[in-house]
């Protein structure tokens, strides 16, 4: 009955962004870094490696180098032409995506709309992977920040286009009339459909630090102008510190693990595994910080955007999915919400589509890694599902500490064997085979 729909429907329209700050963020409060205790005691064993790189190889930093890694001829730019040649900013799909969502009004019908949205989004899984793969110009690191990009417009409008067929049904089911206003409004007036189908509100949920469209966003009350100044010289700070890292630690490593993956020699690839273990872990973890507290802070910062919860406290996980759950809250707020629930309102059973979940995770995982460096072997694919036997044992043998340190170990070991095995298959697919660049 109508009772029914509008149970189902205002379930799935719940709020998913309140006003909140970081906790990294000082006026958060937050002080609970006791899994940092774990990992300290993991990381230090191997601290005194960065010392040994540099004065085995002296100073290897080159940050003209590093422009190399996108762009192969200053005079093309075939990442940035991809991304600003994005076919969803043409105002002939914005008009065809508003319209579909305006359906009640007569503008379309259903199927049609549908149909158009669903080609939409094919175009943009499709359309980059495709350029990518054939523009011989475009280099690996190019490829990955392009198809990023498309990916994350891909999971917006497809919430978009949920939450706006949500509000339809709603207010086909109480028939009422409503206001017209948008997100992009100066003074952040509360917005009902369909007044929220504007190009100026869609815009802004684009650019906006989430994935999750909502007619109302929580806003924040003014630009705070030393915040945003703070963020801008982390994010500079912090981006010259793993360009440093990646050349003078990790570069050196990856070249001298390719011989011994290739000769299959079990003791030096186990010796060059550990020894790429910590460099990369301490990038990644440079890498979630300059990402997820300086940038998305400093874009949200821009925006007036009050919701600051991009992550939680991963750090203290003890449980493989605790993890999961809390290291990109944008990314598990858009599978909770158009994923995993409907599934379950579908009646699956928990299991099997928090499995589904799993894959999904693997599918996008792939693509932005195998797509880029132009070949498929599934090592992240595989890396991603092997996190779902890894939860079930560490739920069933470790608790506490002793599991915080099974998910600190998963992340220092896991990373670097995907990133070798990577590494060894480009270099044996386009230089023909390895070498060991430098004797260890």
Request: charged letters at 15%.
């Amino acid at each position: 009955g109508i009772s029914s729909v509008l149970n189902k429907f205002q379930i799935a329209l719940q709020i998913c962004h309140r006003l909140q700050e970081s906790l990294l963020s000082s006026e958060s409060g937050y002080s609970n870094y006791r899994g940092i205790l774990n990992w300290c005691v993991i990381i230090v064993l191997d601290g005194p490696l960065f010392l040994f790189q540099l004065h085995r190889y002296g100073i290897l930093v080159d940050p003209i180098q590093v422009v190399s890694l996108f762009l192969k001829d200053p005079y093309s730019w075939p990442a940035a032409c991809l991304i600003i040649g994005n076919p969803a900013e043409h105002p002939y799909i914005r008009t065809v995506l508003t319209s579909f969502c305006r359906r009640s009004q007569g503008t379309i019908s259903e199927g049609t709309g549908a149909f158009l949205y669903c080609v939409n989004l094919g175009a943009i899984l499709c359309f980059p992977s495709a350029t990518v793969l054939i523009v011989n110009s475009m280099t690996p690191v190019g490829g990955v920040f392009a198809l990023g990009v498309y990916t994350v417009l891909l999971l917006k409008l497809y919430s978009y286009k949920d939450v706006n067929k949500w509000c339809r049904e709603i207010r086909q089911a109480k028939a009422r009339p409503s206001v017209h206003r948008a997100n992009g409004n100066a003074v952040h007036s509360h917005v009902t459909y369909p007044g929220n189908l504007t190009h100026r509100d869609m815009y802004y949920f684009i650019f906006a630090p989430t994935l999750c469209y909502e007619l109302n966003f929580p806003r924040s009350p003014r630009i705070r102008k030393r915040f945003l100044l703070r963020r801008l010289l982390e994010m500079l700070f912090l981006m010259q510190l793993q360009v440093g890292l990646i050349q003078q630690w990790m570069v050196p490593t990856v070249q001298n693990s390719m011989k011994p993956f290739q000769n299959m020699e079990l003791s030096r690839m186990v010796e060059r595994l550990l020894k790429l273990a910590v460099p990369n872990h301490l990038i990644w973890l440079i890498f979630f910080y300059w990402f997820f507290h300086s940038s998305m802070n400093f874009v949200a910062e821009l925006m007036q955007f009050g919701d600051r919860e991009f992550y939680r406290d991963w750090w203290n996980s003890e449980t493989v999915p605790y993890f999961w759950a809390n290291w990109n809250i944008p990314v598990h707020k858009w599978c909770l919400r158009h994923f995993y629930k409907p599934m379950l309102r579908r009646g699956v059973n928990k299991l099997p589509a928090q499995i589904a979940v799993f894959l999904l995770s693997a599918f996008f995982h792939e693509y932005l890694v195998s797509i880029p460096l132009k070949m498929f072997r599934l090592w992240a694919f595989m890396g991603m599902m092997a996190q779902v036997p890894l939860a079930l044992f560490v739920a069933r043998f470790l608790r506490g500490n002793y599991g915080n340190a099974a998910v600190w170990m998963s992340l220092i070991i896991g990373q670097p064997i995907a990133v070798l095995m990577y590494v060894h298959d480009y270099y044996v697919l386009h230089y023909g085979g390895v070498s060991e660049a430098r004797t260890a």
